[in-house]
């Protein structure tokens, strides 16, 4: 094989319990009534629990997201109750099913009126390359025109797999640096997707 | 009373003579060719005439067969009869280098849409349609792509690993 | 004042607007392709003159994906996978068709049994269909809950689908001349629990729309159409039977034994939203009922005839494992088809079956080679979306977005 796998080769076990998981308290220092940490994994926390995404749903994937949205696979459970369709007001952009190359500009066009900090979620095999569609009409994965954070394989994948890129991103959004997006890195980022 | 392919076949020949030629019936559907002139004439009968009451166009579409020199490019029209519950496929061909065909938007008004796909397939110009743009694809694009000598892939594609699909 | 003065002259300069902007009288509205709840992207450009909408430009083609162009490279077995994501709301329907038409052009015929399971899950198909359309018609009238109430039903036909073929959404189900392998008991079991539980979920369903004051108000009169107008656009399905019109494919030619099948069309009467919406729920209670029929059929096979799951056509069925390994014609027929160097017979063919939306036309031109040599589908959405400048004449602009959702458009199928 040409490219060995490099991402995702260690996963970390799930911590469970007796069957409940726990989420950890971020580490910081103690003390009578009070709770010192860093800056960063607070407003992590706080963010990663109440993302609001925007559902850019445009084939199957989207009937497998709505299907991830209803009671049975409930999103809600993680904090994304309130999905919005207004670019401005959301942190995640999903973005699910095949994308044209006549929606590219248009992806694009949604991704920029997104305020900072913003993360990507490319949900699907045509979204993240193109799937079964390799023609002349089909932009092989959105990662030809926007930073991808995520991405989630399947055609369409099982809602259970949705929740896992989505877990994904939350493990992304709590592990963040607070000046990731000013730095020098994240702007080379940009400047290769031709973004200002 | 039954309407039969035998009647619409006596019908049309009564009516065209040797204009509409080349009755076949594959697979149970009337299948017959006009010169590309006269097809809205045949459809307009089609339309009208009491006993063959053809009112909802099907399908519309093309097909481009890159060895008949002359004939590269047919149009075919599915017509349904929806009283008597018979089909039709009516074709009518023309020539690569000058694709005008009337349009039918006129008579049945599915027509619109379908004919810009076939324009925006094939290349056919339709004489006469009101809005004859590209309708599925880029409108900048400058080919037909469904000719058969254009690729199915993007060939301005620069991150397809030959090594990985094996060619 | 000459501070003002040259700001607005700055402005002028560099706001570019279009020729007759500032005195037209109507407001242009996109539409655009990216709009709230799962539509799907097609983008309308609107004229609005208050809130009634003056005209409506569409522009569809945001998705498309080229399959007419991809299925000439695929043989006849692979292409069903392209056919899965047409309608991916009921890709049962198109699989089946699509299996129909290749039957068709090799006649092959199936026995009763793989006819009947195959109406099951058509009709468990079209039911999910109609789901989504009207449950997402009560979510753009907002009304959120009947959506979630029925969503909890798809699961379980999900769930069905995936006893059957291993898929939930995308189901690549069948094969040419009947199923890759037998309805498994849980298979049955499922959808016994669904014929169980379901006709009180869409009794539930109904109540909370179909005599709800404010949906009837916000439904009734609102994108009507006439019985000829709709012929001529090409309408097919649900929309065209609730103009008036009972053109219903399985009636009138009908496919996989739908003929030892009763069962009724729903038709409207002004074709506007309230008329579609309880023609497609009159429709699935029609599903419903042919769906015990056929499953009491199914269970009438007694004997070697319950392991009947596929039409001896050993040239384009595969045959099973143990054979390959062992005799010599199973490999022979096997090398054949998976290399796809079948005896394809050249000829056109034109079959369709009812969809969701209507007429799905599959129009297949064979050269005798190992692919198709032109296949060209029928979609219905994409003929009556045409329609749509025509239905929203003169209606609020609220009325535009509730006649789309009901339209059932799928952009899938639309763009293909």
């Not at chain 2, 009451?53 to 149009?75: I, N, S, W």
């Not at chain 3, 656009?233 to 009972?246: E, I, K, S």
Request: hydrophobic content about 40%.
């Amino acid at each position: 094989m040409a490219r060995p796998v490099r991402f995702n080769i260690h996963p970390i076990p799930a911590d469970t319990k007796d069957s409940i998981s726990m989420v950890n308290m971020p580490e910081g220092y103690t003390g009578e009534g009070f709770f010192a940490t860093k800056l960063s994994d607070v407003v992590g926390l706080a963010r990663k629990n109440s993302m609001w995404p925007l559902p850019f749903a445009t084939s199957c994937c989207g009937i497998e997201f709505m299907a991830t949205m209803a009671s049975h696979y409930d999103l809600a459970r993680f904090g994304a109750e309130r999905l919005g369709f207004s670019p401005r007001q959301c942190d995640l952009l999903m973005v699910m099913g095949t994308i044209a190359k006549k929606m590219g500009p248009i992806l694009k066009q949604v991704y920029l009126q997104m305020a900072e900090p913003r993360w990507v979620m490319a949900v699907g095999a045509c979204a993240s390359s193109g799937g079964i569609f390799d023609t002349y009409s089909v932009l092989q994965g959105i990662d030809q025109v926007i930073p991808v954070d995520v991405y989630v394989p399947g055609c369409p994948p099982r809602p259970e797999a949705i929740l896992d890129g989505f877990m994904k991103i939350q493990d992304l959004v709590g592990e963040e640096r607070l000046r990731r997006r000013n730095g020098e890195r994240y702007k080379q980022l940009l400047e290769s997707y031709g973004i200002q | 009373m039954s309407l039969t392919n035998e009647t619409i076949k006596a019908k049309l020949s009564e009516k065209f003579g040797d204009q509409v030629s080349d009755f076949q019936e594959p697979y149970g559907l009337l299948t017959f060719e006009s010169p590309k002139e006269m097809n809205l004439k045949v459809l307009q009968f089609l339309y009208d005439d009491e006993a063959l009451r053809f009112p909802f166009l099907t399908d519309l579409t093309a097909v481009h067969y890159p060895d008949k020199a002359g004939k590269e490019l047919a149009v075919v029209y599915h017509l349904h009869n929806l009283i008597d519950n018979i089909r039709i496929r009516f074709k009518v061909f023309t020539d690569i280098n000058s694709p005008d065909i009337f349009t039918a938007t006129q008579l049945y008004s599915s027509a619109n849409w379908m004919e810009r796909e076939t324009y925006d397939f094939f290349g056919i110009n339709f004489l006469g349609h009101p809005n004859l743009k590209r309708i599925l694809n880029v409108d900048e694009m400058d080919y037909f792509p469904m000719r058969k000598q254009y690729p199915l892939e993007d060939q301005t594609r620069i991150d397809k690993d030959d090594a990985m699909f094996g060619r | 004042m000459e501070k003002f003065s040259n700001f607005i002259i700055m402005v002028e300069h560099h706001i570019k607007l279009p020729e007759g902007s500032i005195e037209k009288a109507t407001t242009t509205l996109n539409l655009g392709p990216t709009h709230p709840a799962t539509h799907g992207v097609f983008q309308n450009i609107l004229e609005l003159d208050g809130e009634r909408i003056v005209s409506a430009e569409q522009t569809v083609g945001y998705i498309h994906r080229a399959f007419e162009k991809l299925a000439e490279r695929r043989p006849l077995y692979q292409i069903t996978t392209l056919t899965d994501r047409l309608n991916y709301c009921s890709s049962p329907i198109n699989n089946m068709g699509w299996h129909l038409t290749c039957e068709k052009l090799l006649g092959v015929k199936t026995p009763k049994r793989v006819d009947y399971l195959r109406i099951i899950i058509m009709e468990l198909a079209r039911i999910s269909d109609h789901l989504i359309c009207n449950s997402v018609v009560g979510v753009d009238s907002g009304a959120f809950t009947g959506f979630l109430y029925v969503m909890q039903y798809r699961e379980l036909i999900y769930e069905i689908y995936e006893e059957v073929c291993g898929s939930r959404l995308t189901t690549n189900m069948g094969r040419i001349g009947g199923f890759e392998r037998n309805f498994t008991n849980t298979a049955f079991e499922k959808l016994e629990k669904f014929l169980k539980e379901y006709p009180a979920v869409l009794i539930e369903f109904q109540n909370l729309f179909s005599r709800n004051r404010i949906f009837m108000d916000r439904t009734i009169g609102t994108g009507p159409i006439s019985a000829e107008r709709a012929l001529n656009y090409g309408f097919t399905g649900p929309n065209l039977r609730a103009a008036g019109v009972d053109y219903d494919v399985r009636v009138h030619s009908p496919y996989s034994s739908y003929e030892d099948f009763e069962f009724e069309i729903p038709v409207g009467k002004t074709g506007d939203t309230y008329d579609r919406f309880l023609v497609r729920n009159q429709e699935m209670w029609q599903s419903l009922k042919i769906i015990e029929e056929a499953y009491r059929k199914v269970q009438a096979f007694k004997g070697a005839d319950t392991e009947v799951y596929h039409a001896d056509a050993p040239e384009y069925y595969l045959p099973p494992k143990q054979d390959v390994y062992t005799k010599m014609e199973a490999l022979i027929w096997h090398f054949k088809i998976v290399m796809g160097e079948t005896e394809i017979p050249p000829g056109e063919v034109y079959h369709s079956v009812e969809g969701g939306n209507g007429e799905l036309g599959f129009y297949l031109i064979s050269d005798g080679g190992r692919t198709p040599y032109r296949l060209h589908f029928r979609r219905p959405c994409f003929i009556y979306y045409q329609a749509y400048s025509e239905l929203t004449k003169g209606a609020m602009l609220s009325d535009a977005i509730i006649v789309m959702s009901s339209l059932n458009l799928i952009a899938g199928e639309m763009d293909a």
